[in-house]
Structures are given as structure tokens and as C-alpha cells.
């Protein structure tokens, strides 16, 4: 059999920690011909040991210790810049890209993965909530494969999976309700930094953990969902599952609920995406429902103001879901450097959607002058907040 040649962005992230995990227990079914990473090259160099890849990117400033370190690399091609990891997954032969960047750095890659004809294999939900239309239509006219490893939409993937669209109803995506589920909208006030980085199911780098305690991230994935699927944002639903046992369901119209279940570990639905179109045996143990419980619970939209504005982002179509992605991770970024408090980071998101965001997005460098301009708008409101020079 033909090993299957995978190149894996966000290497020493979270997601391609946990592909590089999948990769060695189905060995000998892989072959990862590429690594891309942002500047952690220490970490790195041990995954170029053990899978020597044929070509690695560091697409990150390095300091003098990381640039030391990029010596012990090794017989392979290096890329260096965000332009060198592009051209990384040009030249490189691969049947899929799995992408596991953190955040809109994530877009340019995917986009060069799909027009160089690679499948792609997608962690970063900011490629889908940026240029969701562009992406999907690019995929589709190239005749590549979007596959999602996000734990809501593999599962909603796979429950929309041979079913007729007509017949569904609604999309549910679960939430764990993040770090801070237990607290008042009072109680928030006052959380600290310490208390937000740490995530009760999900073990996951410090941005997405507190994306999920604002549930920033469950407004993404809504956005993420109304793109993939192509259901109206009036048509998924968000229920806090604080056990996260249940990645979501969809509803269908005879009245049943269908859900898709398992402990909550990346490496199922990266081995799904790994392995497409076939199902393999799981590499990690099986998970069983005895002495379980599953419950389900409301979402508090005064709690969590950055979901509702996910919605409205949406409605309000244009440049907006940009925007609201943008302006999220500048304050949140301003929230893990300690600039700003954590129910700032909703504020700060709601003081630039005021803005109008409403013009054409059907372009790349349209939707990357939108993420710019908003960054820019957030920063000038920090400013006027006098929390940065
Ligand atoms: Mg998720």
C-alpha cells in the first residue's frame, strides 16, 4: 500500500502534537513528508528525529537560542517566514494538509493547500470563518476534500454524513461552558488571568482556552458551521454540555436527535480526517457510557456576550465575522499580556463591530485589509481605554 503523504502545520501545537501521536499508532499507514511551525524549534527538532520529514517551515522570529537550535535539524529543507511555509506546501508532494495553526495565520496556508490540490485536514477554524464562501468554492472547483478535525463540526460532518439537508432541522453544537461555567456574570468581574488559561475537559494552548471561557470559540464554531454545512445561523443551536462527552447533534425533521459520542480526545476526529475516506479501528481506547452522565443546560447570554455577537456578526454578513474574529484576538492577546480584564475582552469585540464592516469579502486581499482594519479599529479603542501607549 501507498503510505499516505501528509505535511502538518502547527506541528508543536496542541493539534500537531496530538496528528503526530495518531501518525506513530497507525503506523506504517503515513508518511509526513512536512513540518511547519511558528518558532518553537526545540520541540520541533525532536519531531524532524522521529519522522524525518523531507522539508520543515518556521514561519515565527526566532531568538538566538531557537536560531542555535535550527542547526540540530538536521538533512532537511528549511523554509523560513510565513512566504517560505507558503511555498513549503507548494513544492511539497502531499495527499493532505492538516492545519493546525492557531488563529487568521492559519488562512493564507489552507488556501495554498486547497489551490495546490492537497486535501486539507482543518483545526483552524479562522480559514472558515474568515473566507468560509471563497474556501468551500475553492475546494470544490479544485476537487479537494475539506475535512473538519474541530471536535463539533468532525461530529456534525459526520452526522450530516448520507442524510438529505431538507431533512434537518437544526445543527446543536455543545459547549463545555469553559473555565468559568460555575461563576456569575457578577463573579466574572473579578476572575484572573491564572483562572482562565486552565480548561476543565480539554487540554488545548492558552488563546483557545480562553476562547472558550469567553466562548469566543463557540461563536467561531457557529460561524465555522454556518459556512461548512451551509445552514442558516437560525438553525444551530448552542447548549452548554459541561461533560463534553457529546461533540453535538443535529435534529431531524421526523423529531429524533442524533448525536456522536466519545471522551474527549482530538486524536478520533484527526484519525477520521487522517485515514478519509475509510474508518479505522481507533487508536485510543473505547469509551464506555456505564456510570456516565450527560447533562445539558442553557447558554446565559449576559455570561457570555460573544456568542450573541457571533450571531449578529453573522446576520449582519459583509466583513463582520472578520472583524469579530480580529478584534478577538487582539483583546485577547491583551488579556493573556495582563493589558485588559477579562469581561474587556467581549467589550472591546462589541465596541468594533460598531464600526461598518459591510463591504466586499469576496476577495483574499479584501477579507486580509477587513482583518487588518480591524485590528487597527480595536487598538485605537484600547488606546482610548489609555490601557496601551
Ligand atoms: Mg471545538
Not at 528525529?49 to 542547526?71: C, K
Not at 482562565?196 to 487540554?203: F, G, L, M, R, S
Amino acid at each position: 500500500m501507498n503510505r499516505k503523504k501528509v505535511i502538518v502545520l502547527g506541528s508543536t501545537g496542541s493539534i500537531g502534537k496530538n496528528t503526530l501521536k495518531v501518525v506513530e499508532a497507525l503506523e506504517p499507514d503515513f508518511d509526513v513528508v512536512a513540518l511547519g511551525c511558528r518558532s518553537n524549534v526545540r520541540s520541533l527538532a525532536g519531531q524532524v528525529r522521529e519522522f524525518s520529514p523531507r522539508a520543515v517551515a518556521v514561519a515565527g522570529t526566532l531568538d538566538r537560542e531557537a536560531e542555535r537550535s535550527l542547526s540540530e535539524l538536521g538533512q532537511v529543507r528549511l523554509y523560513r517566514g510565513e512566504e517560505g511555509l507558503l511555498e513549503m506546501i507548494a513544492e511539497t508532494e502531499a495527499d493532505l494538509v492538516v492545519n493546525g495553526i492557531s488563529g487568521s495565520k492559519g488562512l493564507l496556508p489552507s488556501v495554498k493547500s486547497l489551490e495546490t490540490g492537497k486535501n486539507l485536514a482543518l483545526a483552524n477554524k479562522e480559514t472558515i470563518v474568515m473566507a468560509g464562501t471563497l474556501v468551500s468554492d475553492l475546494a470544490r472547483r479544485i476537487g479537494v476534500e475539506l475535512l473538519p478535525v474541530d471536535s463539533e463540526h468532525h461530529a456534525v460532518y459526520t452526522l450530516l454524513h448520507n442524510r438529505k439537508k431538507e431533512e434537518v432541522q437544526e445543527i446543536i453544537l455543545t459547549a463545555s461552558g469553559g473555565a468559568f461555567r460555575d461563576l456569575s456574570y457578577e463573579q466574572l468581574k473579578h476572575v484572573r488571568l491564572e483562572d482562565a488559561v486552565t480548561h476543565p475537559n480539554w487540554n488545548m494552548g492558552a488563546k483557545i482556552t480562553v476562547d472558550s471561557a469567553t466562548m469566543a470559540n463557540k461563536g467561531l464554531e457557529v460561524i465555522e458551521a454556518h459556512y461548512l454545512f451551509d445552514f442558516p445561523v437560525s438553525a444551530i443551536k448552542v447548549l452548554i454540555h459541561p461533560q463534553s462527552y457529546v461533540h453535538s447533534l443535529v435534529r431531524t425533521t421526523d423529531g429524533f436527535l442524533y448525536a456522536q459520542i466519545s471522551r474527549p480526545d482530538m486524536r478520533l476526529s484527526i484519525q477520521d480526517a487522517l485515514t478519509y475516506p475509510r474508518l479505522q479501528r481507533s487508536c485510543i481506547e473505547p469509551f464506555e457510557l456505564t456510570g456516565k452522565s450527560l447533562s445539558f443546560e442553557p447558554v446565559d447570554p449576559r455570561k457570555y456576550r460573544l456568542l450573541s455577537l457571533a450571531y449578529e456578526a453573522v446576520e449582519r454578513s459583509g466583513g463582520y465575522a472578520i472583524a469579530y474574529n480580529a478584534a478577538n484576538e487582539v483583546a485577547v492577546e491583551q488579556f493573556l499580556s495582563r493589558g485588559i480584564s477579562f469581561l474587556e475582552i467581549s467589550s472591546l469585540v462589541e465596541d468594533t463591530l460598531q464600526d461598518d464592516w459591510s463591504g466586499s469579502t469576496s476577495r483574499i486581499e479584501e477579507i486580509l485589509q477587513v482583518d487588518q482594519e480591524a485590528r487597527r479599529r480595536t487598538v485605537e479603542i484600547l488606546k482610548k481605554m489609555k490601557r496601551i501607549a
